[in-house]
């Protein structure tokens, strides 16, 4: 059988069918399969790889900066041009951290934890006050039991009393809520958690 016979069984497929065809017909012709192949066959729709240049990365190098898991020798400076040498290559000792940290999650915080947890978020919008005033109320009652206190100096500022708590308590979650997850969240800590907890409908 022809390499054009084979090429054109390989791409015959569809989707699934498709990917293992095309997986198949590189590896009948030793071919080695890129990284970049590899994460591309599984990539969520709410992912993208990041390509040398993309203007996600000046965000993104913040987030590595903070992290405590970065890749061994690799500073932020030098983030960029590893994913863009790694995902050439066919290193598969390398596909754990490239998919970590060469792919980034395009949603919101809002839209992580809506589609990730059962927790329903407060509106931003609209006339929400009497829900913003008992989620203060809720916080107000429970920070420090919770041990989830948040910790943000502008928002212990302006939290002063119910009134200007509970603006307070609006602003610091869409803040935060409205930021990519490639965005860095900043340095508050349990940052997720007590976003989940205080700007909820349903705290528990």
């Given at each position: 059988?022809?390499?054009?016979?084979?090429?054109?069984?390989?791409?015959?497929?569809?989707?699934?069918?498709?990917?293992?065809?095309?997986?198949?017909?590189?590896?009948?012709?030793?071919?080695?399969?890129?990284?970049?192949?590899?994460?591309?066959?599984?990539?969520?729709?709410?992912?993208?790889?990041?390509?040398?240049?993309?203007?996600e990365w000046s965000s993104w190098?913040?987030?590595?900066?903070?992290?405590e898991n970065k890749i061994s020798g690799i500073d932020a400076n030098g983030l960029e041009r590893w994913c863009e040498t790694t995902l050439k290559s066919s290193d598969g000792t390398k596909l754990d951290s490239a998919s970590t940290w060469c792919v980034i999650n395009t949603r919101t915080l809002s839209e992580e934890i809506s589609?990730?947890?059962?927790?329903?978020?407060?509106?931003?919008?609209?006339?929400?006050?009497?829900a913003w005033g008992k989620a203060w109320d809720f916080y107000d009652e429970n920070k420090t039991q919770l041990s989830l206190a948040i910790a943000d100096s502008t928002f212990t500022t302006e939290a002063t009393d119910k009134s200007k708590g509970?603006?307070?308590?609006?602003?610091?979650?869409?803040?935060?809520?409205?930021?990519?997850?490639?965005?860095?969240?900043?340095?508050?800590?349990?940052v997720r958690d007590k976003v989940e907890k205080w700007c909820s409908s349903n705290p528990s």
């Open positions: 059988m022809t390499k054009a016979s084979l090429a054109t069984i390989a791409a015959s497929g569809t989707g699934a069918a498709g990917v293992g065809g095309y997986y198949s017909y590189q590896a009948l012709f030793n071919k080695p399969i890129t990284l970049l192949s590899r994460i591309q066959s599984s990539l969520e729709k709410h992912k993208k790889i990041l390509s040398s240049g993309d203007t190098i913040e987030v590595y900066k903070s992290s589609a990730t947890s059962k927790v329903t978020l407060l509106p931003l919008e609209g006339d929400s006050s009497d509970t603006e307070a308590l609006k602003k610091w979650c869409s803040g935060l809520l409205n930021k990519r997850m490639y965005e860095s969240l900043g340095s508050e800590v349990k």
